[in-house]
């Protein structure tokens, strides 16, 4: 008796980045709300700016029967609501910008409050980034290895990298 011929999905040896793990789940829950080009979901912020993306964030994009173009809808607070009101036009040129062709029509803003519905709890802003501590030997190191170089700008780049090095060997 023969089995029948399953599709075997086979995995590469060693670690898998984890977008390549999630691209597929991103996709498909992007398209339940009509992001057929999930890098408006993931690149929000660098699309619209790290202003805009502070204060809003995409919902859904919604198609018309028979009209031309969609409609994207915003979810931002109240209170800023009026100034997502008059960038309306150049938010929806930057999305437009990143799907490559006029895609959106229009711009819809709706508004909440600061922590959201059941849905959209989370906040605006992201975390605040973590800036490590450096220690007096650690800097002493970086300066020692970055001083026979002329330039001061490059100079400071260096010992910031020499740092972030050292500092990554001593975890």
Known sequence: MSQPDKKVQRRRKGFERTSSLLSTRIRKTGETRGFAVTRVLTHWAEIVGDATAAIAKPVEVSYARGGMGATLTVLTTGAQAPMLEMQKDQLREKV???????????????????????????????????????????????????????????????????QNVLMKQKR
């Open 96 to 162: 437009n910008a990143a799907y490559g062709y006029n895609a959106i029509a229009r711009v819809k803003i709706t508004q909440t409050a600061p922590t959201g519905f059941a849905e959209g709890q989370a906040q605006f802003t992201p975390a605040p980034k973590h800036i490590p501590v450096v220690d007096e030997k650690t800097c002493a190191r970086a300066v020692e290895a970055t001083a026979d170089v002329a330039d001061q700008g490059l100079r400071d780049a260096l010992e910031k990298l020499a």
